[in-house]
């Protein structure tokens, strides 16, 4: 299934270049129990991952706080904490990550090794949250308040499964009786495109729209999880994910 989850979303990628491209990273932390990024986003939960430096005094300071926050948002938001040091290019152990664990009680945090300093660009401490509703990057920086309000605002217990209307100009999407529903759309020819995990299409149709809504028969889909590309004869092109339970 995480092949397959991993297809999917390397489809999705390629359909957005428009926006910031994430690609999939899997880690493993010192139990031994693996995640990657792709298959957290897709429980609609944002995902917050802490580049932190044993070696760092700001890091340190703030991994209790850190902590508190993961506990008391982990129901949407899931936190990473990829574990590194800042002043030397020596890769860490396990022993340094479950003192760390132990010293700033990261119960709530999936810590692990960031051996290859994958998050560890210019320096510690730095978050980087992205965003479970197009699997984009939508924060990098060294603001641990900035990450933590853009998570809070990204955060919905809904979204990946039916996205939530915004404002009257956000386009969304939404199921209703066998159909998908698509809002908020543009007064122009639109190409709607359906894919399903192996990026196989397996609905296309071209339409005029009449007002900001259209509905897509969705009654002969299995199961699972599909995305919907739609795209306007202007500038306007939207992709989202939903599920037929």
Same mark, same amino acid.
Request: glycine share 6%; aromatic share 10%.
């Given at each position: 299934?995480?092949?397959?989850? #991993?297809?999917?979303?390397?489809?999705?990628?390629?359909?957005?270049?428009?926006?910031?491209?994430? =690609?999939? =990273?899997?880690?493993?932390?010192?139990?031994? @129990?693996?995640? %990657?990024?792709? !298959?957290?986003?897709?429980? +609609?939960?944002? /995902?917050?991952?802490?580049? &932190? +430096?044993?070696?760092? !005094? #700001?890091?340190? !300071?703030?991994?209790?706080?850190? *902590?508190?926050?993961?506990?008391?948002?982990? /129901?949407? #938001?899931?936190?990473?904490?990829?574990?590194?040091?800042?002043?030397n290019s020596n890769t860490p152990n396990c022993s340094n990550v479950n003192s760390w664990k132990s010293s700033y009680g990261w119960n709530d945090i999936f810590t692990f090794v960031d051996a290859n300093r994958t998050w560890y660009g210019a320096g510690t401490p730095q978050y980087f949250v992205y965003d479970p509703a197009d699997s984009t990057l939508a924060y990098q920086g060294f603001s641990e308040s900035t990450a933590r309000t853009t998570a809070q605002n990204l955060s919905n217990p809904s979204i990946g499964i039916q996205e939530v209307k915004i404002s009257q100009k956000t386009f969304f999407i939404s199921q209703s009786d066998g159909? /998908? *529903? @698509?809002?908020?759309?543009?007064s122009?020819?639109?190409?709607? *495109? #359906?894919?399903?995990?192996?990026?196989?299409?397996?609905?296309?149709? &071209?339409?005029?729209?009449?007002? %900001? $809504?259209?509905?897509?028969? $969705?009654?002969?889909?299995?199961?699972? @999880?599909?995305?919907?590309?739609? &795209?306007?004869?202007?500038?306007?092109e939207k992709v989202k994910k939903f599920t037929v339970q």
């Open positions: 299934m995480k092949k397959l989850y #991993i297809t999917l979303f390397s489809f999705f990628l390629l359909t957005t270049s428009s926006l910031a491209q994430v =690609q999939n =990273q899997t880690v493993t932390d010192c139990n031994s @129990l693996t995640k %990657d990024m792709y !298959s957290v986003l897709t429980t +609609g939960k944002v /995902l917050v991952v802490a580049s &932190k +430096g044993f070696d760092c !005094s #700001i890091c340190k !300071s703030k991994a209790p706080g850190l *902590q508190s926050w993961a506990a008391s948002h982990k /129901l949407s #938001i899931e936190v990473w904490g990829a574990m590194t040091y800042t002043y159909y /998908l *529903q @698509l809002h908020n759309l543009p122009e020819p639109v190409d709607v *495109q #359906i894919f399903d995990l192996t990026g196989k299409v397996v609905k296309s149709q &071209k339409v005029s729209v009449n007002g %900001d $809504i259209m509905r897509v028969s $969705i009654t002969n889909f299995k199961s699972g @999880l599909y995305l919907v590309k739609v &795209k306007g004869s202007g500038r306007f």
